[in-house]
């Protein structure tokens, strides 16, 4: 009966976190379009005195060419080496109620306001130059010679009068749709930009928003902050094919001698190596087109979730001493693989949200919701792994195996350091975040997932030379004879008899280790 609750909590909570993925799923159908921000009548939100709604936010590059962008064009080799955002279509929709208060014989009968700002000046959006909160001019302010009642107070640039740009779109008479002309805004100077949507008049409350706009950095669409990451994946796609055919040749060169660990070692690799290549391949996609398929987009995603889930597992299985100290995982395999399926559901959904979604797609409640699962499960892995580090050495210890403990204690060591570098960076990785809110420091945020894509190569690296085929099996093969497991540098074969070093006591106490183990992979 318990084992059926059990089974059955198990079940339903698989159901969860599958049902989890389906909802966001569906949602990065309708809003996966990166670079390409569309807008389905998006409504406006209130503010101070007035109404707006984000358009997008992205670090752009200066254009490396002069001259501005053809707003018909969609030509890659015409727009190379120009960065701009392109208006295409945008429609402003308001209600009928305040589109009847209007009169048919006047024609701008209400304003939206779109206004471009690069995050540095940010604070020359609104009246706070002359400690007001005011977002919309007002009657003082007009007074005052600061802006024009009815519009956004913005306080130009006086070293470049022409930026934040403001671009207004009017109704006219009893129209309920305003449409912008198709323009395009030349970057001229690299930076982290933002495209609010504004509008001052409280009787234009219940607009909505329709259409996209086009961002576009100098070598493509991709946003800023994600160029150097193509580069990454190219490079690393390199390194896995080069790391893959120095460990391939060693396995057919002794693959008399292979064991199953080598196995589970190639399969790591190869999706290491297919998930470099899809990565790299959906990059330059999304860099020449602006927008993500979902299809190559999952099959990305997909494949990072499953590389990650099996390199924890390996690391699991090889802390465990699987294929070394014991020839299988006996009672606690079906955890194992529990907990590597719950981590494979809790990851695809991080990466859904994270490479599938818009920036402002999702709030910060919803990332938070699926990091902590992620960094509860990492933990558990983390505590795992070095308790049953520290039984495998036990055992090695007691049984004096001393090729097989030296090899652990090397494996200890390294997982310590590559632990305790990810504690640090993941400590960098906080303050960063905190002290860059808006984004300000976009050119060098690509180096946090180059980080952990660089040490989770460099650990496999170091699990492939430790763990490298030889024609020395039993240096760290698992071998039924007793002899082996007992101490493999104290036997010798003379004349047919084996002599075996050491007193009786010695053998004692490795006889209670084996009773101990049978003991262990019973209860487990």
Same mark, same amino acid.
């Given at each position: 009966?318990?084992?059926?609750?059990?089974?059955?909590?198990?079940?339903?909570?698989?159901?969860?976190?599958?049902?989890?993925?389906?909802?966001?799923?569906?949602?990065? &159908?309708?809003?996966?379009?990166?670079?390409?921000?569309?807008?389905? =009548?998006?409504?406006?939100?209130?503010?101070?005195?007035?109404?707006?709604?984000?358009?997008?936010?992205?670090?752009?590059?200066?254009?490396?060419?002069?001259?501005?962008?053809?707003?018909?064009?969609?030509?890659?080799?015409?727009?190379?080496?120009?960065?701009?955002?392109?208006?295409?279509?945008?429609?402003?929709?308001?209600?009928?109620?305040?589109?009847?208060?209007?009169?048919?014989?006047?024609?701008?009968?209400?304003?939206?306001?779109?206004?471009?700002?690069?995050?540095?000046?940010?604070?020359?959006?609104?009246?706070?130059?002359?400690?007001?909160?005011?977002?919309?001019?007002?009657? =003082?302010?007009?007074?005052?010679?600061?802006?024009?009642?009815?519009?956004?107070?913005?306080?130009?640039?006086?070293?470049?009068?022409?930026?934040?740009?403001?671009?207004?779109?009017?109704?006219?008479?009893?129209?309920?749709?305003?449409?912008?002309?198709?323009?395009?805004?030349?970057?001229?100077?690299?930076?982290?930009?933002?495209?609010?949507?504004?509008?001052?008049?409280? #009787?234009?409350?219940?607009?909505?928003?329709?259409?996209?706009?086009?961002?576009?950095?100098?070598?493509?669409?991709?946003?800023?902050?994600?160029?150097?990451?193509?580069?990454?994946?190219?490079?690393?796609?390199?390194?896995?094919?080069?790391?893959?055919?120095?460990?391939?040749?060693?396995?057919? #060169?002794?693959?008399?001698?292979?064991?199953?660990?080598?196995?589970? &070692?190639?399969?790591?690799?190869?999706?290491?190596?297919?998930?470099?290549?899809?990565?790299?391949?959906?990059?330059?996609?999304?860099?020449?087109?602006?927008?993500?398929?979902?299809? &190559?987009?999952?099959?990305?995603?997909?494949?990072?979730?499953?590389?990650?889930?099996?390199?924890?597992?390996?690391?699991?299985?090889?802390?465990?001493?699987?294929?070394?100290?014991?020839?299988?995982?006996?009672?606690?395999?079906?955890?194992?693989?529990?907990?590597?399926?719950?981590?494979?559901?809790?990851?695809?959904?991080?990466?859904?949200?994270?490479?599938?979604?818009?920036?402002?797609?999702?709030?910060?409640?919803?990332?938070?919701?699926?990091?902590?699962?992620?960094?509860?499960?990492?933990?558990?892995?983390?505590?795992?792994?070095?308790?049953?580090?520290?039984?495998?050495?036990?055992?090695?210890?007691?049984?004096?195996?001393?090729?097989?403990?030296?090899?652990?204690?090397?494996?200890?060591?390294?997982?310590?350091?590559?632990?305790?570098?990810?504690?640090?960076?993941?400590?960098?990785?906080?303050?960063?975040?905190?002290?860059?809110?808006?984004?300000?420091?976009?050119?060098?945020?690509?180096?946090?997932?180059?980080?952990?894509?660089?040490?989770?190569?460099?650990?496999?690296?170091? &699990?492939?030379?430790?763990?490298?085929?030889?024609?020395?099996?039993?240096?760290?093969?698992?071998?039924?004879?007793?002899?082996?497991?007992?101490?493999?540098?104290?036997?010798?074969?003379?004349?047919?008899?084996?002599?075996?070093?050491?007193?009786?006591?010695?053998?004692?106490?490795?006889?209670?280790?084996?009773?101990?183990?049978?003991?262990?992979?019973?209860?487990?």
């Amino acid at each position: 009966m318990e084992q059926r609750l059990l089974w059955c909590g198990k079940r339903s909570l698989l159901g969860f976190i599958f049902g989890v993925i389906f909802i966001i799923c569906n949602e990065c &159908i309708i809003q996966c379009n990166a670079s390409i921000h569309e807008y389905r =009548n998006e409504a406006f939100s209130p503010q101070s005195n007035a109404f707006f709604f984000h358009g997008g936010s992205e670090g752009l590059y200066a254009s490396k060419v002069h001259g501005s962008a053809d707003s018909s064009s969609t030509d890659n080799h015409h727009l190379k080496g120009k960065s701009f955002i392109r208006f295409e279509s945008v429609t402003f929709v308001r209600t009928k109620e305040s589109a009847n208060k209007q009169s048919e014989m006047q024609q701008n009968t209400g304003l939206v306001e779109a206004i471009i700002l690069e995050v540095k000046d940010r604070v020359r959006i609104g009246a706070s130059f002359v400690q007001s909160e005011k977002i919309c001019c007002t009657r =003082n302010l007009s007074n005052s010679g600061y802006c024009t009642v009815g519009e956004v107070v913005i306080h130009k640039n006086p070293d470049n009068p022409d930026w934040p740009v403001r671009i207004k779109t009017f109704f006219n008479g009893k129209d309920e749709e305003a449409r912008m002309d198709t323009k395009s805004i030349n970057i001229n100077s690299s930076g982290m930009y933002y495209l609010y949507f504004m509008f001052c008049d409280p #009787q234009l409350k219940g607009t909505l928003i329709k259409g996209r706009t086009d961002w576009r950095n100098p070598d493509g669409y991709l946003p800023g902050k994600m160029a150097p990451l193509m580069t990454l994946y190219g490079f690393m796609s390199l390194a896995y094919l080069v790391l893959g055919l120095a460990w391939f040749l060693r396995f057919v #060169q002794f693959w008399k001698d292979i064991i199953q660990l080598h196995y589970h &070692i190639t399969a790591v690799i190869a999706l290491g190596m297919c998930e470099m290549a899809v990565w790299y391949f959906e990059y330059a996609n999304f860099n020449s087109t602006g927008i993500r398929p979902m299809g &190559i987009t999952l099959w990305a995603v997909t494949f990072s979730a499953v590389k990650k889930t099996l390199s924890r597992l390996l690391l699991l299985v090889v802390s465990m001493g699987f294929g070394v100290v014991k020839p299988t995982l006996g009672g606690i395999t079906p955890k194992v693989f529990l907990l590597g399926l719950v981590y494979f559901v809790a990851s695809e959904a991080l990466e859904l949200v994270e490479h599938l979604g818009n920036i402002n797609d999702f709030s910060g409640k919803t990332k938070l919701f699926l990091v902590l699962p992620v960094a509860f499960l990492d933990s558990w892995f983390i505590l795992w792994i070095f308790s049953s580090l520290s039984k495998t050495l036990e055992k090695l210890q007691i049984r004096r195996n001393m090729a097989k403990l030296e090899l652990y204690r090397k494996f200890t060591n390294y997982l310590a350091i590559f632990v305790l570098l990810s504690v640090a960076w993941i400590g960098f990785e906080l303050y960063f975040n905190a002290t860059d809110p808006l984004s300000e420091f976009w050119q060098i945020a690509w180096i946090i997932p180059a980080f952990w894509t660089l040490l989770a190569y460099a650990l496999l690296a170091v &699990i492939c030379i430790l763990w490298a085929p030889s024609r020395n099996p039993t240096r760290y093969a698992y071998l039924e004879e007793a002899g082996d497991d007992f101490d493999e540098e104290g036997i010798s074969l003379t004349t047919g008899a084996l002599k075996v070093s050491g007193d009786v006591t010695a053998m004692r106490e490795y006889d209670n280790v084996l009773a101990e183990d049978l003991e262990e992979d019973k209860r487990e």
